[in-house]
């Protein structure tokens, strides 16, 4: 009988860090890569946390280190809250929190606030993770905001961004995120699943 419950808490155990999965992507630019950013989703009962870190340098008027860090907590496929963090050069340049409180999305994005009252199912931090298939709508975590995807063809799919029309285009293989072009002011950047 020992055996047997040593034998199940082993079992047990097995899956639950079998849920936990990493994934590593290079940042570059023009071809030329500029950091790395890993994403990670860890699943425990009904609630699955999705972070990611990333940490990049780039040569515009100089030198300048970014880093982002995103945490997204989820429960019942429901989001309950997340909190985005950009810094430039180790000084806090952009932030973002949102908290669900009884069925209302908090937001709190650099001390301008906002509200949603519709539950949130898609953030954009699980586009890593999860192929956005039959999904419209996704949750921004930095601006609070929802932006709209659409399939542009097998595995692919664009989010587009109403604030500033800039287009971000993803690409999937076996439902992981492979590779994505994502539009910036001055640049374009593309992520690149290291397989």
Do not use: C, R, W
């Amino acid at each position: 009988m020992k055996q047997l419950l040593i034998l199940l808490l082993i079992i047990n155990n097995f899956l639950v860090k079998a849920q936990d999965k990493t994934l590593n992507y290079d940042l570059s630019v023009a071809g030329n890569s500029i950091g790395t950013l890993t994403a990670v989703k860890k699943v425990e009962g009904n609630s699955t946390i999705y972070t990611t870190n990333s940490l990049a340098t780039v040569h515009i008027f100089g030198e300048t280190q970014i880093s982002t860090s995103l945490t997204v907590e989820f429960l019942n496929g429901i989001l309950q809250s997340s909190h985005y963090k950009i810094e430039k050069n180790g000084t806090l340049n952009d932030e973002s929190n949102t908290i669900l409180k009884n069925g209302v999305y908090y937001i709190n994005h650099n001390g301008k606030t906002s509200q949603i009252t519709s539950p949130i199912t898609y953030a954009t931090t699980m586009l890593y993770f999860d192929e956005p298939k039959g999904i419209e709508t996704v949750f921004a975590e930095l601006e609070g905001i929802t932006k709209t995807i659409s399939k542009a063809g097998l595995s692919m799919y664009v989010l587009s961004d109403p604030g500033n029309h800039h287009t971000n285009n993803y690409t999937y293989t076996n439902g992981i995120l492979k590779e994505a072009v994502i539009s910036h002011t001055l640049f374009n950047f593309k992520l690149t699943l290291n397989e």
